[in-house]
């Protein structure tokens, strides 16, 4: 084997010449000895002719041969756990506060409350008369055994009661059946800027004279 090769090679050899790469360029190397100590054949037909360039283009084919069993094998190498990868924890759901169908006062209800507190989400929609809206569930608060849920209606076709941009609630006595009465300010009254401001005023004893049995099923949290 020569010690000193053609440019073309030195450029493949400076790659394999990474410490990730010792293992490939010893393989090249035992490839290119092979190429010079086997006797080239002279053919009749030019374009067989010993040259330069077929040296390269071996050296060039065993390179490509090494990349592809370090890719394959890089593949089979297991795979490390991370964000949002198979081992990641997914954030658990907030246990149910308040989930069901029902009617209270004559207005119909769907409500799917997770969560307590100032960290209270879902959806509660009502309908009465033709009319509808829709109020985002903000937070929780239990006191004297009633169970208080408020938030803000953020669509409505509602004149009064459940006007658009308007924070309301509704207040649930566990029981068998559940019983209820909604908790909404008058109309000319200023909106409450959050949802503490509307549950801070609830006073248990002011909300169960309008509590009525529900017509419908709601399962409330322990």
């Known amino acids: ?66 990349l592809v069993i370090a890719a394959v094998g890089y593949n089979l190498l297991p795979k490390q756990g991370g964000v949002g990868g198979p081992n990641a924890t997914p954030s658990p759901t907030p246990a149910p506060l308040a989930v069901g169908n029902f009617t209270s006062h004559g207005v119909a209800a769907e409500i799917d409350a997770r ?5 209270v989400t879902g959806t509660l929609t009502v309908s009465e008369l033709g009319h509808h809206a829709t109020v985002d569930l903000e937070c929780s608060r239990t006191a004297d055994g009633l169970l208080f849920i408020g938030g803000l209606v953020t669509d409505s076709t509602f004149d009064d009661n459940f006007p658009e941009g308007r924070r309301v609630g509704i207040v649930l006595e566990p029981g068998s059946p559940v019983k209820a009465v909604w908790w909404i300010a008058l109309i000319d009254e200023a909106p409450v800027e959050s949802c503490k ?26």
Do not use: C, Y
């Not at 509307?198 to 248990?204: I, R």
């Not at 909300?207 to 409330?220: C, S």
């Open 1 to 66: 084997m020569t010690t000193e090769r053609d440019p073309q090679t030195r450029i493949v050899l400076s790659w394999l010449r990474e410490e990730t790469h010792e293992n490939a360029e010893r393989v090249l190397l035992l490839a290119l000895d092979e190429v010079d100590t086997t006797p080239q054949r002279r053919s009749w037909w030019p374009a067989w002719r010993n040259s330069p360039m077929n040296k390269l283009a071996l050296a060039a084919a065993a390179a490509a041969a090494i």
């Open 115 to 119: 969560g307590a507190g100032d960290s």
């Open 197 to 222: 401001a509307l549950t801070d005023p609830f006073k248990p004893a002011e909300a169960r004279p309008g509590l009525e049995p529900i017509a419908g099923t709601l399962e409330l949290a322990p």
